[in-house]
Structure formats: structure tokens, C-alpha cells
């Protein structure tokens, strides 16, 4: 074994380096983060689609369809307010995540890709401070949401501790599903056709359990309702909200991010070998 | 060349599915020194410089940069090079200070060096008043010189240029000659891409000129120019009497082919110091001069000596002295 190993000093270095490189890195993506993070609020058609359009929403289903928590089947919560906080994080998440692709894909329009691909860090840094980006937005919406839900008079029957949970399971989803707009921008890079998916999130969406119960659906809405993953990240969103923390929920939507965290980023990975590669 | 190989290019290729983009280019810059790319839009340079800043693999050959290799020590390569690529790519939503931090943290400069560098940076290219407005609202100029800045936040050994004068005013264009003498000065080695021969002119050590997808020339200007030809005098006759002046010349030089029925051309092999021969001997023949001007070749006349067309891509007649590609 001692003849295969390093000299003590080679090691020494080895091991410095690398740690330099992952603190670099690391600093690399809190910065393209922040950056991501400003050039979203700096930029009103980036924010509109995150908070505005959501809130918009929000506003229009409770004031107008709040009677629909009277409907026979309809699962017991405090307010149609209450019901509707999850699925309006979910909007906000899933168009943030769309608004970082699309600004990924504006970034290798006019070359700024470029930029960061000349640097001495590794290419998936630029991808993940996008991604960390997203997810401070999602941790923003989370934010936003609870706020309107508690002014407006919405209880949280998880507490703080349901709270917390539904906010990270939010500030997850949002970089996951910013992994997916990531290597849609990476393998077009056009803005124009990340910017295209918008109508098919809100497919996704009412394609789920965000806005109504999968119970009062009819066919096929309703089984495709409860395959989609989205639901059962909605589910575990609005639990801590409507009723508390329930570990089959949580546990359905950790697995549903985990499986589009793979997704999203493999085909993140993959697109930015080839877009390497073509140059 | 006793410096060592700055950038060192051997047969370097790239192709784009059935389209050979490179052809196989060779290229020696040495440490220190300004190197001039000359070549038309599509003639292949913003190809190799993104072989050489490691931006695309290339398909054939070997390139070393700062002495490692781009393909297979790409980020060691990064590390030693700064990149201002062609059409300033900045971020309009970002302000001047901000974009130069991140440039420092791409580097891997620590904080407190990278805003200092950033301060230092923005002095230095005169943007400091302008460095916390947001990019989008600096002239084109300004954003040159912040895109120039920020290709320098980690002192490269090596700094590719990619146009950086293109669409610039003269007076923003002599900022920025000024700004590369000045660098160069200080011993950085540059690759500057240009399809202005002026530029190439003022600022090479030595130039090569591309032309679809290969090395057609290379060497200093001077050596350039002085290989299509002497330099020669125009005379413009105030009277009619041009075939006697063309017999004096003669004598003189080779004339070169006629322009016009008022003017002749006639090679002056010793330049300036011709001059009074060339007067004298019009003078003594009678001939009024109405004006005379020494004229050296420029690079735009060896581009179309070693290319058949100039840089411009407008096509002319074909060479007499040298065939296209030559």
C-alpha cells in the first residue's frame, strides 16, 4: 500500500487545492446567485410572472370561487385562502424557475455565458448559481405567500415547524424545476423558446391538485391529477398549511423533487456537455 | 525568436459538421509580444480564438496557451489568460462595479483583493464616476473599456483581444490602442483579432492574416509591406505631357499601371531619399508637377496581394504583381 501512496507534502497540496478550488466554486455560485437573484428584480418581466401574476390569482380564486370549500368532498380546511397558499407557491415556484431559464438562455444570447465559461471554475458552478438563484426566489415566493395567507386571516395548523417545512420544500422544487428550464436554455439557447413553456407550467399546474382538489375532478383531469408529481409536491406543501405535518405527504413530495432534481439536472449536465462541445 | 512561445498553435483545425472552419493553422506569439489576427468576417479568427481560450475543442492539432495545452489543461489555460470577446458581453442590468467583483470571484480573488483590483480597474480605464450606473446606459466605448477592465482583474499573462475597437469612435479607439501599448508594456502578451489595418499597423509586433480558414501571411508589418513592393511616388500632371514623364520615370523605377490619363506611378526603390531625383529630372525636362506624394504599401495592399480581395470583402480585379492565396 505505502509504494501507491503520495508523498506526505504532494498530498498536503493535493488536499489544499482542492479545498481552494471548492471554496472558489462555492463563492462562485453564492455570486451568480446574487446576481441572479437582482437581475430578476431588476428586470419587471422576470418579477411580474413570480409574484404579481400569482398574487393576481390568488386574489381572483379566493375572492371569487371561496365557496368552493363547501362543495360535498371538498377536504376540510379553515379557508379556501388556506387551501390555495400551496398552489400558489407552486405558480410562483414553477415561473421562477421558467424566469431563470429564460435568463440563462438571454445570458448565452448575448455571450455572457462566455464570460463565465473563460474563467478557472468548474462549468457546473454557473448552472448551480443559477439554480441557487431560483431557489432564493422560491424561498421568496414561500415568504410572500405565508405573509398574504396571515394578513388576510389564513391559519398555519403546522406552526411554525409545518411553516418552515412547507418553506424548504418550496425553496427545493424551485431549483429543481429551474434545473429543467436550465438545460432547456442550455441545449436551445433562445430565450424565445424557454419563454414558449409558459402556458405548458400552467398546464402542469391546473394538472395537479395546486388549484383544486384531485377528489372533485372529473376524468381524465382527475388521473392524470394524481400521477402528476407536482400534486404530491403541492400535497406536501399544503399539509403543514390545512392540517400539519404528515410524514406520508412529505415523504411523496421529497421523492417527486428528488426525481426532478435528477431529471432537471441530468439533462442540465448533458446539455451543457454538448453546448461545450458544439462551442 | 529567442522568447519563449506565449501561444504556440500547430495545425490547429475545427469543423462544423461537413464545413472546415480552420484549416489547419499554424501560429508562434512569443512573450511579450502584440500579435495582429487579420482576416474578414467568416475568415476564421473568432474560431481560433475560441479554440485558444478554450470556448470550443477543436477537431485537429494542438494549441498551447501560457504553456498548457486548451484542450487537455483547459483550466490552468483560464487561469493564465484574460478574454475580451468581440461585441462587449455584458450584462446591461448589472452596474460597472459589480460586473468587475464578479469577474474578481470568477478568478478566485479573494473579497477584499477583488474590490480593491475592482476600484484600482475602474480608475484605471477612467469608469469610476460611471461604475455604479448600470451597464445598459454606457456608451459603446465605456462598455469596451469596462469589458477591457475586466479581462485584467487577475493580471493575465496572456489577453485576448476579439475586435475590441469595432464600432468604436476614433477618439474611444485610441483609448483603447493606448490602453494595450500600455499593457504590453508592462509585459503582457496579447492576441488581438482586428479587421481594421490601421489597428493591426499601430499596435502588431507581428501580424497574420486568415483568410478562409488558413494562414495566408505572417510577419511584421513592415517586413509585410516591404515584401509586395517599394514604395512609390505619385505625380499629378498639370499639362498633358504623361508619356514624357512616364519615359523619364522610367528611368527611375518601374512604373506601376496607370490610374488615370494626368497621373503616373513609379517605384522609388530608396523611398524619400528618391524624391529630388525623381523633381529634378521633370524639372529639367520642362514637366510641370501639380502634386507629388510618397506612398508606401499598406497592409491592405499586401491583404490583397496574398488574398485577391480586401479585407472589406470587396472583390477586385486580380492582382498583377501576385496571385490570389499567393
Known sequence: MEGHSLPRSEAVGRAK???????????VVTALGARSIRQTFRRPQLMAPIVVFPTILLAIQTGGAGGAVELPGFPPVQSFLQFMLAGAMMQSLMLAGNSGGIALAVDIEMGFTDRLFAAPISRYAIVLGRLAGTAALGLFASLWF?????????????????????????TVTAAAVGGVGAAIALRTGSASVVQGL????????????????????IEPAKTIAEYNPFSFIVEGVREPIVSGVDA?????????IAGIVVIGLGLSARALRHRLRAG | MAAAAAISVRGLERAFDDVLAVRGVDIEVGEGEIYGFLGPNGAGKTTTVRMLTTLLLPTGGRATV??????????????????????????????????????????????AEGRRRADELLERVDLADAADRRVGAYSGGMQRRLDLAAALVHEPRVLFLDEPTTGLDPVSRKTIWEEVRALNDGGTTVFLTTQYLEEADQLAD???????????????????????????????LEDGSIAEAEEICRGIGALLPPVDGKTVLV?????????????????????????????????????????????????VPPASSAPANA
Open chain 1, 17 to 27: 487545492g482542492s479545498a481552494n478550488r471548492v471554496r472558489t466554486n462555492a463563492r
Open chain 1, 146 to 170: 405565508f405573509a398574504i395567507g396571515l394578513v388576510f386571516g389564513a391559519e398555519i395548523a403546522g406552526g411554525v415547524p409545518g411553516a418552515l417545512l412547507a418553506i424548504a420544500l418550496v
Open chain 1, 198 to 217: 409558459f402556458p405548458l407550467v400552467l398546464v402542469v399546474l391546473f394538472l395537479s391538485s395546486a388549484f383544486f382538489p384531485v377528489e372533485l375532478m
Open chain 1, 248 to 256: 406520508t405527504d412529505t415523504a411523496e413530495a421529497v421523492l417527486a
Open chain 2, 66 to 111: 501560457a504553456g498548457h495545452d486548451v484542450v487537455a489543461e483547459a483550466r490552468q489555460v483560464r487561469a493564465s489568460i484574460g478574454v475580451a470577446l468581440q461585441e462587449a458581453a455584458l450584462d446591461p442590468l448589472m452596474t460597472g462595479r459589480e460586473l468587475i467583483r464578479l469577474q474578481a470571484t470568477l478568478q478566485g480573488l479573494p473579497g
Open chain 2, 206 to 236: 507581428n501580424v497574420g492574416i486568415i483568410d478562409s480558414g488558413t494562414i495566408v501571411a505572417e510577419g511584421t508589418p513592415a517586413a509585410l509591406k516591404a515584401e509586395i513592393g517599394a514604395p512609390h511616388v505619385r505625380l499629378q
Open chain 2, 267 to 315: 517605384e522609388v526603390e530608396h523611398g524619400a531619399a528618391d524624391i529630388p531625383r525623381v523633381v529634378r529630372a521633370l524639372d529639367e525636362a520642362g514637366i510641370e508637377v501639380g502634386s507629388l506624394e510618397l506612398v508606401h504599401p499598406s497592409l491592405d495592399d499586401v491583404f490583397v496581394a496574398k488574398t485577391g480581395h480586401h479585407l472589406e470583402k470587396q472583390k
